[in-house]
């Protein structure tokens, strides 16, 4: 029997799932196939609820450990691709961290998963065919697969920069080179590509690709300086950030992090909920991980009151 989902804006997927409901669902669903992507494991399961409401850069949530299991914690995945087979598949994948990514690797074709999603706030999305340069570290490349996707059919120019600290973790260098004009690698020991890091060769990249944008999803720190690197050629960047979420669905405050709105003042916010696509300006990487004495209700702030502002959106 299937659990209830904890959240009431969870839908559970029935027969008849419609496109106007475009909230997450939960769905117990097959698994499609299992293999090796360079150093990481990929799966692709059969959840066409998913598929149908997902946009570039949400993710999901995936049950581990079993129905009877005492890891209660979903687990979640950037979608790395969706296609239309079987009514709509969709695949994630991962390296193998610790307990549910290493239960999740053992998991055969026909076993059973159960997922949530498709979760958090899409990668904005211009309205113009402008340039745009994709940014990935390791597996957080895996995000970056659609949305070029999604860039190429509005006619945006797509460059890739992927870097990771040696070779197989280089994610889809091929996949890459197809959907790209330009694709441009970097490996921490010098396997693959260029030896060095992604913003050593990103600002030519964006020089010589004409950008008009940024878009980057992996590690904090990767994240910090690809914003740095956007901001000294005064592009807009939006960066996907992997925080460690518990829930995924906005109810555990697990996943803060101090973001400053349009009016100035900085919040802590969800990042599973309002983001994980936040803007890179906007984001205070170097507080990642505490709460500044000036964000919004912390002790030192001074202006109850204000108003709330959404974050503001815009690119290009
Ligand atoms: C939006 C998003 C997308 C991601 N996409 C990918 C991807 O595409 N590929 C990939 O390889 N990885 C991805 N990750 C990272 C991936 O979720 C982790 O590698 C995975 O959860 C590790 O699970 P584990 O059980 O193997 O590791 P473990 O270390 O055993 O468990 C990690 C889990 O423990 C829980 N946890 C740990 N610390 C805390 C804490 N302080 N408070 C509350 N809970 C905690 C969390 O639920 C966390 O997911 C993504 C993360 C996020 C947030
Ligand atoms: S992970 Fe629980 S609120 Fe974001």
Known sequence: MRAEPADPHIHREGPNPTMSDN?????RCPVLNVRRVDAYVAITVVAPGIAERFRSGQFISVGVGGDH????????????????DYGGTIEFLFSVEGTGTAW??????RDLLDLVGPLG?????PRDPVNCVLVGGGSGAAPLFPLAQSLR???CRVDFVLGAASADGVLNAITARRLAETATFTTDDGSFGTRGRVTDVLGKVVREGRSDAVY??????????VTAVAENHDLPVQVSVEETMACGTGICMTCVIPVVGGDGITRMVRSCVDGPVFRGEQVR????????FDALGAPGWKG???RGVEQDRDIA
Do not use: N, W, Y
């Open 23 to 27: 909230g997450p669902v939960q769905i």
């Open 69 to 84: 299991s005492s890891t209660l914690l979903r687990r979640p995945f950037a979608v790395h691709d969706v296609k239309p």
């Open 104 to 109: 999740l690797a053992e998991r055969r074709a």
């Open 121 to 125: 706030r899409p990668f904005p999305l």
């Open 153 to 155: 059919r509005r006619g």
């Open 216 to 225: 980057a999803c992996g590690p904090m720190p990767m994240l910090r300086s």
């Open 285 to 292: 990487f170097d507080d990642v991980g505490s709460i500044p």
């Open 304 to 306: 109850a009151g204000r």
